[in-house]
């Protein structure tokens, strides 16, 4: 069986290529882009563009699931956080044959007022093994609000599998400090990332130096650089 990193290695260098042609993932260090909290940043992520391809879409399913052969994952639900997750989600879930579930960021306002769909009369995952699957794993808060609601609805969450992570120091302390624990992987790193961005051209090794430095100060980066934040 593949190691983790092997999986990771193989199918994230073909994704980090395809998002870079897509546009999923777009890289300007000249001229960064300006994120919905008014920081520049020199990299904007969108994977919903890999729903344009069927299959890219199933190399996304592909690697999620050696991913839980390789962790050795048994899994009774798959959950999809909502809404750029749910179609990965439900990929694998149709892969697996295992029961859907998604979750939003929080209570519909009308209705019964669910935040989970997807679960029965009962409202209740009844301990059932549950994987999370994100699309993108930026400071962690979302999927920890994700982690959270699954488990008041009684469901056993310890891990969740994403696609893209900037892999900032945020997410890492957000997963950590959950109790209990709930690890993350996902099928690209950030690292792996500017290294295939590299390799093939797009860009050049001053810019990819720029871009190791913004992971190590995401918020500081662009006042360094002339680009305050705008509010």
Known sequence: MKT?????????????????????????????????????????????????????????????????????????????????????????????????????????????????????RDGSYNGAKVLLIEDLISTGSSSIKAVEAIRNAGGDVSVCLGIFTYGLKASTDAFAALDPKCEYHTILSYDQMVRTATDIGYIDAEEAEALREWREDPFGWGEKRGFPREV
């Open 4 to 120: 983790l990193e092997e999986i990771t290695q193989y199918y994230g260098t073909q994704l980090a290529k395809a998002a870079l042609e897509l546009g999923a993932i777009r890289l300007s260090i000249a001229d960064p882009f300006r994120w919905a909290s008014g920081y520049r940043m020199p990299i904007y992520n969108d994977n919903r563009q890999f729903l344009a391809n069927a299959g890219y879409r199933a190399l996304i399913c592909d690697a999620f699931s050696d991913m839980i052969d390789s962790l050795g994952l048994s899994v009774d639900n798959i959950a999809g956080t909502a809404t750029a997750g749910i179609p990965h989600a439900t990929s694998l879930a149709d892969r697996l044959n295992k029961p859907l579930t998604y979750v939003r960021s929080g209570n519909k306002d009308h209705g019964l007022g669910h935040q989970i769909e997807g679960l029965g």
